[in-house]
């Protein structure tokens, strides 16, 4: 059987991602505890009608969560097809999330942002090895599209481009990064020192200079060369973050360049975290 551990942050989508993994024909059950996943699985393998199953396990099972590198090992050794996915979000997504939904946090009693804190403790051990999906800038559409495309196997790796400034830190999730802050700067221009890298003018400053086109090559040519062997190797999601100083001319430029030559190879998402704060 294939079999698909969901698990994540409280807020980050795992309602969504199981909602979306039923609609591709997998048989779904939602926090079952954890001694009894390995029974689930067996009982379902002796009846011979279900050959895809996804399980939810979050922080509610906290007790129980002491004993997940048994039972993972014990799952990976029954010879099913085992996956483990991740979701996480940032943590002011997901107070504004839970804030504007009014629901209330499984683990925050009075305090939201405590909740959320621990929440992010307890599934630590959980996030190890898994399939890491970082939901803070995916609607719900765009989160049941792209896992029903991984999953229904008909769809394309979905790759996440991020530009950022190292001024302000590198982002959270990434599986690979790429420092540009030796291309120039049109932030020493005064006509293009307040624009941003999405201006014509400035990406072709950045990206005309021989620099900045000999590096979208090597780049380009990497993602091309590594993106399919994120996919063999069962990836649903990659984030390529690119950073300059301050996040607004130089990474936002390549960005939407690569945006334009990998469209259609892939799933592009873009996302600018940078470009609004300022060189």
């Not at 591709?24 to 059950?29: G, L, N, Q, S």
């Not at 390995?38 to 009982?43: A, K, M």
């Not at 890298?197 to 620099?211: F, L």
């Not at 649903?236 to 300059?244: P, R």
Request: net charge negative; hydrophobic share 40%.
């Amino acid at each position: 059987m294939q079999i698909v551990i969901v698990t994540g942050l409280s807020g980050a989508g795992k309602s969504t991602a199981l909602r979306a993994l039923e609609d591709v024909e997998f048989y779904c059950v939602d926090n079952i505890p954890l001694p009894f996943v390995g029974e689930l699985v067996e009982h379902l393998a002796k009846e011979g009608d279900v050959d895809k199953v996804a399980v939810a396990i979050d922080a509610r099972q906290r007790r129980h969560l002491s004993t997940w590198p048994a039972e993972l090992a014990r799952l990976r050794n029954t010879g099913h097809r085992l996956e483990v996915m991740y979701l996480d979000s940032r943590d002011d997504v997901l107070l504004r999330r839970f804030s504007e939904t009014r629901r209330r946090h499984p683990l925050s009693g009075d305090d939201l942002a405590e909740g959320v804190r621990r929440d992010r403790e307890i599934t630590a051990d959980l996030r190890h090895g898994a399939n890491v999906v970082d939901t803070s800038d995916l609607n719900p559409h765009q989160l049941k599209s792209l896992i029903q495309e991984h999953y229904g196997g008909k769809g394309k790796l979905a790759v996440s481009l991020v530009s950022f400034g190292f001024k302000h830190g590198l982002p959270v999730e990434f599986n690979l990064v790429f420092d540009v802050r030796f291309l120039p700067n049109p932030y020493f221009e005064p006509s293009l020192t307040h624009r941003d890298g999405r201006d014509p003018e400035v990406a072709r400053y950045v990206c005309a200079s021989d620099d900045g086109a000999e590096l979208l090559g090597h780049v380009e040519g990497l993602l091309r060369f590594a993106l399919p062997h994120f996919q063999r190797e069962g990836k649903l999601y990659v984030t390529v973050a690119i950073g300059c100083t301050g996040g607004r001319h130089r990474s936002v430029a390549l960005v939407e360049e690569l945006r334009r030559r990998l469209a259609g190879d892939w799933d592009i998402l873009v996302r600018h975290r940078d470009v609004d704060r300022g060189e």
